[in-house]
């Protein structure tokens, strides 16, 4: 029953920004972390940036401090993530994720493609 549906994905120049969003559906994601992964064609997937959803703690990977912001609005369940000064090294799919902070409870989206151009 659990649903993440990203969008906002695209094809923007080095430098720009752009902003991400996931739809979660199905549960009130109590004792979640909901976050956003990436991956490259031939790369493994890689995490980009977490978010505690009670608490409001954010971790992101240090390729991305300072030019990423994780976020979400409970009253939607939405979780966003707004990219800022993109570089080419971006350029992957960009999944979301909930996963349950102590059980063996973890929900994956579609992913969303995101393509930087030099």
């Known amino acids: 029953q659990v649903q993440l549906v990203e969008s906002g994905g695209g094809l923007v120049q080095a430098g720009s920004s752009l902003r991400l969003s996931c739809a979660a559906s199905?549960?009130?994601?109590?004792?979640?972390?909901l976050g956003w992964y990436r991956q490259a064609p031939g790369k493994e997937r890689e995490f980009v940036a977490r978010i505690n959803w009670e608490s409001g703690d954010t971790n992101y990977a240090d390729s991305v401090k300072g030019r990423f912001t994780i976020s979400g609005d409970h009253a939607t369940t939405t979780l966003y993530l707004q990219m800022n000064n993109l570089k080419p090294e971006d350029t992957a799919m960009y999944y979301c994720?909930?996963?349950?902070?102590?059980?063996?409870?973890?929900?994956w989206g579609q992913g969303t493609q995101v393509t930087i151009s030099s």
């Open positions: 994720n909930a996963d349950h902070r102590y059980l063996n409870r973890n929900f």
């Open positions: 199905g549960r009130t994601f109590l004792n979640y972390d």
